[in-house]
């Protein structure tokens, strides 16, 4: 395989700006096994990354005045293949993603140009969307998403490089289950098989199954969480302070980064989304604060009445902030009744047939899942290529008070917002060798108690 045409690269020894990036290939893999080197035609590329997503995916708009569109042909059954780096840095961003769309031309009779936008989704993303399962599974959770994954959906990362998908999955669950699966896609039985998983011991039933930029993860966010804090080393810290010129007099934390040689411009937030802080109502009904199981029977014909009460029970698991507590007040009216959750089961109609443990995981999935969506920011910082959702980060907000002021020193902070957040989307914006992230960050708990 040869490439067609080879522009030349931008070679940075160090960083010179923040969110500087080198391109180091953007190549389409035709179908006939042939590789064109594409980065003279791209204008820019978006990458998706999402920790309630199962895979990546993103768009990169070609401006095409060489008619790539026809010399390939593009014709739905080609891969694109991205490699960036920031500078100095020995961690990429690099991936193999499945063509599934072209949309968006346009023409111009001027300058005889076209242009389009390629969308596309990762491999394996891809393959779910064409294969079904009609199997039963009688084993706990892990193993079979593990089965699944390995047997169905496991591929290559980079085409051109030898090995398979990255993947870090949590061994040692204790959640068994039986199922028939009644032709579903692979991810479809992996999501039901990770909604279901409760760990061993008092691990919280918050398990997802995503991909960042560096892998496949199935994992807890209870467990991805706790392994950084433990380790007192988070990804970065980030700062919103707006109306300052300088920033000085920043507070020291019990925390240390992973790139702490780096431009303090890549601390820095350039813009910060409004945010919905609270929504009782909202709350309320989803279950949040309390909530009633019904579990009934059918084979023994019991029913059993458990109820959750969020805040009692907080302390049970680990949470973002070490001294931490609820984004609730205790005083927050609350009603398990209000909210009743009816679940049906079969236990023991077969043999092999598991109990589905209901009590452990239902209800309490439910409210720390929500916690994930409760208190959420999304910031625009220089982009990374070390980074990946999953990841936390030290958050520096400001009090709502001199907006003149050049000192930000702890008194100045606001104590609820302020704090350890988890990266939990990337919105990657790659234009002219400048690498940009918009990131979703998420909260869980608080360092003081909401009176």
């Known amino acids: 395989m040869a490439d067609q045409t080879t522009p030349p690269i931008v070679n940075l020894d160090s960083v010179n700006e923040a969110g500087d990036v080198i391109t180091e290939e953007i190549f389409i893999t035709a179908a006939n096994g042939n590789n064109y080197d594409i980065r003279n035609f791209c204008i820019g590329v978006t990458l998706f990354e999402d920790v309630f997503s199962n895979v990546m995916m993103g768009n990169a708009v070609i401006s095409d005045a060489a008619n790539l569109i026809g010399k390939i042909p593009l014709q739905g059954a080609e891969y694109i293949t991205f490699t960036y780096k920031t500078p100095s840095f020995t961690e990429k961003i690099s991936k193999t ?164 040689e780096l431009l303090q411009q890549y601390s820095i937030v350039s813009s910060m989304k409004p945010y919905d802080m609270l929504d009782t109502l909202k709350a309320q009904d989803y279950g949040y604060h309390t909530s009633k199981l019904i579990s009934f029977d059918v084979t023994l014909k019991r029913p059993t009445e458990h109820v959750f009460d969020y805040y009692n029970q907080f302390k049970t698991f680990k949470h973002f902030e070490e001294e931490n507590h609820p984004t609730f007040s205790q005083s927050t009216f609350r009603n398990p009744d209000a909210n009743r959750v009816v679940l049906t089961k079969y236990h023991k109609i077969h043999n092999d047939a598991k109990d589905p443990l209901f009590q452990k995981w239902a209800l309490q999935r439910n409210s720390l899942m929500y916690d994930l969506s409760n208190l959420k920011i999304e910031i625009e910082v220089p982009g990374r290529t070390d980074v990946e959702v999953g990841r936390l980060v030290n958050f520096l907000y400001p009090k709502n008070i001199d907006k003149n002021a050049t000192d930000l020193a702890e008194d100045t902070l606001d104590p609820y917002m302020s704090g350890i957040y988890m990266i939990t989307a990337i919105r990657h914006e790659f234009v002219l060798n400048k690498h940009t992230m918009y990131m979703e960050l998420v909260k869980d708990s608080c360092k003081r108690e909401l009176k």
């Open 97 to 260: 993603f499945y063509i599934n769309k072209i949309g968006d031309r346009f023409f111009s009779s001027n300058d005889r140009q076209a242009g389009y936008v390629l969308s596309f989704i990762s491999i394996e993303g891809y393959l779910d969307n064409t294969l079904t399962i009609s199997k039963k599974y009688s084993d706990t959770t892990d193993n079979i998403v593990s089965k699944i994954f390995n047997e169905y959906l496991k591929t290559t990362r980079h085409i051109k490089k030898a090995g398979t998908t990255a993947t870090n999955f949590k061994k040692g669950l204790g959640s068994s289950v039986t199922i028939v699966v009644p032709y579903w896609n692979p991810f479809k039985v992996i999501n039901w098989a990770t909604s279901r998983s409760f760990g061993s011991a008092a691990e919280a039933p918050n398990f997802v199954f995503y991909e960042s930029n560096k892998g496949f993860y199935f994992t807890s966010i209870e467990e991805l969480a706790f392994k950084q804090r433990e380790s007192k080393k988070l990804f970065a810290e980030y700062i919103y302070f707006p109306g300052a010129n300088m920033i000085q007099g920043n507070p020291k934390s019990n925390f240390t980064y992973t790139k702490p």
